[in-house]
C-alpha cells in the first residue's frame, strides 16, 4: 500500500500541465490578434462566424487592452506556480504538508475557474485531486 497521496498527486500534476498549456495557448492568441473593430451591427451575417471564432481564439477579451493582458499574465504565473509548489507539497508522506499542499492546489484551481484555464478539464482536475488531497488519510501500519 502506498504511503503517499499518488491519486490526488498525479490528478493535480496533470490539471497544472494543461494549466500551463492553455496559459502558452492564449498567450500566443494575445501575442499575434488585435481587437476587433467592428460593432455587432457592421457584421456581415456570411461572416458572422468567422468574427466570432476569432474573437474565441483571440484570447477574449483580453486583447481588449494592454491593462487585461497583464492581469491576466499575473494571474496566470500566479495558478501555475500554486499549482506547481502545492502538488509538489502533496507528494510527501507528512499529512501536514500533504494538506497544505491540496488546499494550495485548490486556491489555484478556484482562481483559474473564472477564466476557464487548463480548457477546463485542467482546473476540475486540480479540483479533484485538491479534494483527493485534503480528504487523504496514511494507511495504518499493521505491525
Keep these: 500500500m502506498e504511503n503517499r ?9 496533470v490539471g497544472v ?3 500551463g498549456v492553455a496559459a502558452l495557448f ?5 501575442a499575434f490578434s488585435s481587437a476587433p473593430t467592428t460593432t455587432w451591427r457592421e457584421i456581415n451575417p456570411e461572416h458572422m462566424m468567422p468574427w466570432m471564432m476569432g474573437r474565441w481564439m483571440g484570447g477574449y477579451p483580453y486583447t481588449y487592452h494592454l491593462l487585461w493582458s497583464l492581469i491576466w499574465l499575473i494571474s496566470a504565473a500566479i495558478v501555475i506556480a500554486l499549482g506547481i509548489y502545492g502538488a ?7 499529512i501536514g504538508r500533504v494538506r497544505m499542499g491540496a488546499t494550495l492546489v485548490l486556491v ?4 483559474a475557474f473564472p477564466t476557464m484555464w487548463g480548457f ?3 482546473s476540475l ?3 479533484v485531486g485538491s479534494l483527493l488531497g485534503l480528504t487523504w488519510v ?3 501500519s499493521q505491525t
Excluded: D, E
Design 5 to 13: 497521496p499518488v491519486a490526488a498527486y498525479t490528478l493535480a500534476l
Design 17 to 19: 500541465a494543461l494549466q
Design 26 to 30: 492564449v498567450l500566443y492568441m494575445v
Design 88 to 94: 509538489m507539497l502533496m507528494n510527501s508522506t507528512q
Design 108 to 111: 489555484a484551481s478556484i482562481i
Design 120 to 122: 477546463m478539464i485542467g
Design 125 to 127: 482536475l486540480m479540483f
Design 138 to 140: 496514511p494507511p495504518r
